[in-house]
């Protein structure tokens, strides 16, 4: 299944380390075969609030994901962007191909009763 390393970044301010992090992040990518889906676009909110932007990069699978995020590229580039900009990552997983949220909420309202 694919998987996704998601940001919300926050408090974004133009910085040196911030273009010498964009202008280096594809290659600590392309080993795990990541790539950009989303990359600081503004949301259109329609419910809540969301301040900031959103990055989203998929993966083939959690596996690739995970090792991209620990490799040693990776977190050599990291601090470039973690000393200017707040925010939150995180890793998941997607669903399998047919996903049927109804089967879901079946086996959830089963469990429950």
């Known amino acids: ?6 940001g919300h970044l926050r408090a974004i301010a ?9 202008e280096r992040i594809q ?5 795990f075969d990541g790539h950009f889906l989303v990359h ?37 580039i990291l601090p470039l962007r973690t000393k200017h900009i707040t925010g939150d990552v995180v890793l998941v997983e997607g669903v399998a191909p047919g996903y049927d949220a109804a089967q879901t909420a079946a086996r959830m309202r089963q469990s429950a009763g």
């Open 27 to 31: 290659a600590t990518l392309d080993p």
């Open 1 to 6: 299944m694919s998987a996704y390393a998601i």
């Open 40 to 76: 600081g676009t503004e949301v259109e909110v329609r419910e809540g609030e969301w301040p900031g932007y959103l990055v989203i990069i998929g993966f083939p699978g959690i596996e690739k994901a995970r090792a991209w995020y620990n490799s040693e590229a990776y977190q050599e």
């Open 14 to 22: 133009p910085h040196e380390d911030i273009f010498e992090y964009m």
